[in-house]
Structure formats: C-alpha cells, structure tokens
C-alpha cells in the first residue's frame, strides 16, 4: 500500500522534515522493501530511556545511582501497569462489558493472578495462574529468549484464523504464564519446556509472542482480533 505522505502530514497537522524517514518509519519489515522500521524501533526505546533517566536525573540530583536504577524500573513494571488499569476502569471494560481485549507479552502475563519477577507481584487475576522465570536448565537456554520460534497451535482460536499450525512468531522474554486451566491454552512453543504462548478465555486473548514484530502472519492475528 503506498503511503500519502501528502495528505498523512495534512491530516496530522504536522510537516515532517524528512519525508524518507517518515515513509521508513511508518513502513513495517513484511513489506519486504529494502528499508523498514525495525531500527527506528530499536533507536526509539533508547531515547525513550534516555529521556526518562534524563529526567529522574534532573529531579534527584543527590540520589546514588542504585537508588535511580530502582526508581526507573518503579515506571515500567507489572504494579505500574496495574495501578494504570485500574485507573482506566478496565476490569469494566473487559469483565463487565465483555470487551475483547488482547494482551500481548507481558499484557498477557498480567492476566494471572501473581507473578514471580524480581518481586512478586500481584496481577489482575482475570485467568487464574502465576508467572515465573523460564528454566534455563543450567544456562543451556538463553534469557530472554529472543527470536522466532515455531508456534503449536493446541485448539481453535478466532484469533488464529488463517495462521497454519508452526508457524513462526517473534518472541523476548524470560517469563512464562503458567494457567490453572489448561483449557484456556490455545498455543504453546517448545524452549527449555513446553511454554504457553497463547490463550483464549471468552473474549480474553493473550500472546505471549509479539504479533506485531511477527511479519505478515502476526499482522494477520491483529486483523483477526480487529475484526472480532
């Protein structure tokens, strides 16, 4: 699909400097063109750390730097993101309502009930289950696990609608969901052990690959759940 840069900077109301940086940013890898956003992604979380170290720098200038370090991960982290949800009433919205909602990575993991990360951490409790390290089995498995990794699609899921059964999808992280009922699992991935990396429980969906770093077949599980 080709972009009108035109009309895209009208409706922002914004004039880009650089046309071509954002064509790149705006153009995902499955367009299979020789530039794409992956970089910018990668650049983007930097200076997004950066900026954010910046500021907690200027606003405790006499703090030590493990008191910083601690302060920054208190920004993004499982309680934070809780607090944040509750905020936003969206227990109303995804219980009550019945709202589909999709959680991607860490999204999914805050659907259990507890999680044990550096500290443990309370969820939303929505599918009941806990969230712990992976094992690596004596270093003989990296973490995070970074990197595509084959899918087992265990049972229909309206969000793998046309996605064939292995099927590779982007994955990082170093924690697993581990569900009480096993119903819920719609996919799982084999590194170290047999990991759940999908669930479906009514109009609640999870992934714990990102979809969205996933080329065309991940575009096509978001147009999935967008269409529900």
Request: hydrophobic share 35%.
């Amino acid at each position: 699909m080709k972009i009108d840069i035109y009309n895209f900077q009208k409706d922002l109301k914004i004039k880009f400097k650089s046309k071509s940086l954002l064509l790149r940013a705006l153009t995902h890898k499955s367009a299979n063109l020789e530039y794409n956003n992956e970089k910018l992604e990668f650049l983007g979380d930097r200076v997004l750390g950066l900026v954010v170290s910046k500021k907690l720098y200027e606003l405790f200038p006499n703090e030590k730097v493990g008191s910083l370090d601690k302060k920054l991960a208190s920004l993004v982290n499982k309680n934070k993101c809780l607090e944040i949800g509750n905020s936003l009433n969206l227990k109303e919205f995804v219980i009550t309502k019945k709202k589909p909602l999709l959680g991607i990575c860490v999204g999914l993991q805050m659907f259990a009930d507890i999680g044990y990360e550096e500290t443990e951490t309370k969820g939303l409790g929505w599918i009941p289950g806990k969230v712990s390290k992976i094992d690596n089995q004596n270093r003989k498995y990296k973490l995070p696990h970074i990197g595509w990794n084959q899918i087992n699609i265990v049972k229909e899921s309206k969000i793998f609608k046309n996605i064939e059964n292995n099927s590779h999808m982007y994955f990082v992280h170093s924690y697993e969901f581990i569900p009480e009922d096993k119903n819920v699992i719609s996919a799982t991935t084999d590194y170290s052990s047999n990991i759940v990396c999908s669930v479906e429980k009514e109009n609640i969906f999870g992934t714990q690959f990102h979809p969205e770093k996933s080329d065309k077949l991940g575009l096509q599980i978001i147009k999935n759940f967008l269409n529900l």
